[in-house]
């Protein structure tokens, strides 16, 4: 038999569940739960909803499955007569808000928190919401990964209307049973009881031995017994979500953020590429990162390997990355400069070290700490066989704050044997006027002595005339600290610090480190990212000015780039490498390219793709 749809509601979910009486088809979404008001401190991951201002507002709601985002029914954010699945990933159309932890809406619990971001499926009802800043004193709900079955009961909640009350202050939650389960849908019912406006999105929960697991959302509702209705039907749709929670994890692991560095660490001959990723956060709120290595084939790289992963524990944003063959085995290593946050003693600072093993990294190993006063933010990292005895150190150019005379700003090397590293020892030091923060590293043989130094690419600001000024520092190592900088180049016209990348490497095989600048030119009218490469050549001593060895002919986005040096095909001279950050997939997971600017010993060639594609 055929059951006769309902009323159209604002937004229309079209979707249809096999009922026990026959093919059920839904026009109305679930917008509150027939049932008791919830405790104080029940169900804290529940959010309430706002989207649009004025004729257009209207409430959903949903629940916290990640700091960052939340989960809840795509057909919420829909134009009135839009069907409610698939919809535009990307910005709500119209404000939208999240209010969570607040059991008592007349309250001032919990937290509010705009959304900014939608991450829709394509196949039902559903999408992820993400929330502009985390929210991290709510535990997230846990996904169910078994399937609802026939006869078993849910626990349904929403913020949504009940039989008495148009807009409630509480969320009501009420037992409803499993009907049947789809390949994307579950059916609900329940006596005395219904799903109404206001609920959309809404969880429902199992609950076993005191464990919570969110199983669906609310999608569709006949709204039987919900003020305002005269309909008698109880049954409702819920979207599926434990065939989905991969997708839910990939979700969370935006935005994906990285950082780049290369070595050879397989110690075939050729640089490789490493990309640390931001993996989010955990259900538990543990913060996620993942290691890839980009190795290199000598014409090309082969795609990105995992080789380290941690379920939580090690962030992301408090890592600053570098590598180098930190332990003399001809096989470069990657190494972390980490924020430990503060002690009694002051900030704590550590270096963990990613070992190569030639084929994978081994966990990181905390390769030095302070128990206090180095900080963190103030420090910027890179890394070289700063004393020539065959193994990298790394060098921190810090930020020692002002003096009379100036800022001030030091070297300190963390020296490696082998092992370890050696308590950071300072190798040089300004009594005023070098300012940290005009200051971007790098390091390189630049002499051909067999030992590593520092350059620091310094913003000069701009001359009378408007022209940017920018200058080339060279800290030479003695083996033992840094002679003071030598300024071994300045911009005789205007050269702009904001828009340059540094990175350091022997691109014409003289044994002699340059400079390379990838530099930003802005976007045309039409649109067009434009982008330069630039490389400074050394003498040992000085380096001649920048010249231009390839511009972009299409649209090549600084911003999105991330370069590196390293010999990638064995030739003997250095290239450049980016990590490009190309876009996003329909899903909301990150697209990055992977290109090379080969060296000929005399120019750069124009860029290669090599790789494309997401990792996470």
């Known amino acids: 038999m055929h059951i006769r749809p309902p009323r159209r509601a604002r937004a229309v979910a079209l979707l249809a569940a096999m009922a026990a009486c026959g093919a059920l088809t839904l026009n109305n979404p679930a917008h509150a739960v027939i049932g008791d008001a919830v405790a104080d401190n029940t169900y804290t991951f529940t959010a309430k909803i706002q989207i649009g201002d004025g004729d257009t507002s209207r409430a959903c709601t949903g629940s916290l499955v990640d700091a960052q985002y939340i989960l809840t029914a795509s057909g919420c954010f829909v134009t009135p007569g839009q069907p409610a699945f698939p919809i535009a990933a990307g910005a709500p159309a119209e404000k939208a808000t999240a209010t969570i932890g607040r059991t008592d809406l007349t309250g001032t619990g919990g937290k509010v928190v705009e959304i900014t971001e939608l991450v829709p499926r394509a196949d039902r009802d559903l999408v992820m919401a993400k929330l502009a800043t985390p929210v991290t004193d709510i535990t997230p709900v846990v996904l169910a990964t078994t399937p609802p079955a026939a006869g078993e009961s849910l626990q349904a909640v929403g913020y949504g209307r009940t039989a008495d009350t148009w807009v409630p202050n509480r969320p009501h939650a009420g037992a409803f049973t499993v009907t049947q389960a789809n390949a994307t849908t579950v059916a609900i019912t329940r006596d005395g009881g219904s ?286 600290v840094f002679n003071n900088p030598r300024k071994s180049w300045t911009s005789s016209g205007s050269f702009n610090w904001s828009a340059s990348k540094p990175t350091s490497g022997d691109y014409n095989a003289d044994g002699r480190a340059d400079i390379g600048i990838l530099y930003n030119r802005g976007t045309t009218a039409e649109g067009v990212h434009q982008s330069a490469l630039f490389t400074l050549t050394g003498d040992g001593t000085d380096f001649a000015a920048p010249r231009e060895v390839w511009t972009s002919t299409g649209s090549f986005n600084w911003v999105a780039s991330q370069p590196v040096t390293g010999d990638f095909n064995n030739d003997g001279k250095d290239d450049i490498g980016v990590l490009y950050r190309a876009g996003t997939t329909a899903d909301g997971r990150r697209v990055d390219s992977l290109f090379t600017f080969t060296s000929t010993g005399t120019g750069i060639q124009a860029p290669v793709r090599h790789w494309n594609g997401s990792v996470i």
């Not at 990723?277 to 014409?299: I, Q």
């Not at 890179?382 to 003096?403: E, Q």
């Not at 030091?410 to 300072?426: E, I, M, V, W």
């Open 195 to 480: 799903i109404c406006k206001g609920d959309a999105g809404g969880p429902a929960l199992r609950e076993t031995n005191g464990r919570t697991e969110l199983v669906a959302v609310h999608s569709a509702s006949w709204q039987a017994g919900c003020l305002g209705s005269d309909e008698t039907r109880t049954g409702a749709v819920e979207t599926r979500l434990d065939d989905i929670t991969e997708w839910v994890q990939q979700v969370r692991a935006l935005p994906g953020e990285s950082q780049v560095a290369s070595g050879d660490f397989n110690a075939d001959g050729k640089e490789d590429i490493a990309a640390f990723y931001d993996n989010g956060t955990s259900p538990e709120g543990k913060n996620r990162s993942s290691l890839f290595a980009f190795y290199s084939t000598g014409t090309g790289f082969a795609a990105p390997k995992n080789v380290w992963s941690t379920p939580g524990g090690f962030t992301w944003s408090k890592s600053k990355l570098t590598s180098g063959d930190y332990d003399g085995d001809g096989k470069d290593d990657v190494a972390v400069f980490y924020d430990g946050g503060t002690s009694d003693t002051g900030a704590i600072s550590s270096l963990y070290t990613f070992t190569s093993n030639g084929t994978d990294f081994a966990n990181p190993r905390k390769t030095w700490t302070t128990t206090g006063g180095f900080t963190w933010d103030r420090s910027k990292v890179t890394s070289g066989d700063y004393d020539g005895d065959g193994k990298d150190d790394v060098a921190v150019f810090y930020d020692g704050g002002t003096s009379d005379t100036g800022a001030i700003s030091s070297l300190y090397t963390f020296t490696s044997n082998g092992t370890d590293f050696a308590n950071p020892r300072k190798t040089w030091t300004t009594t005023g006027g070098f300012t940290w923060s005009a200051g971007q590293v790098t390091s390189g043989d630049y002499n051909k002595d067999g030992k590593d130094d520092v350059a620091v690419f310094y913003n000069g600001g701009k001359s009378d005339d408007g022209k940017f000024i920018s200058s080339l520092y060279t800290f030479t190592s003695n083996g033992t």
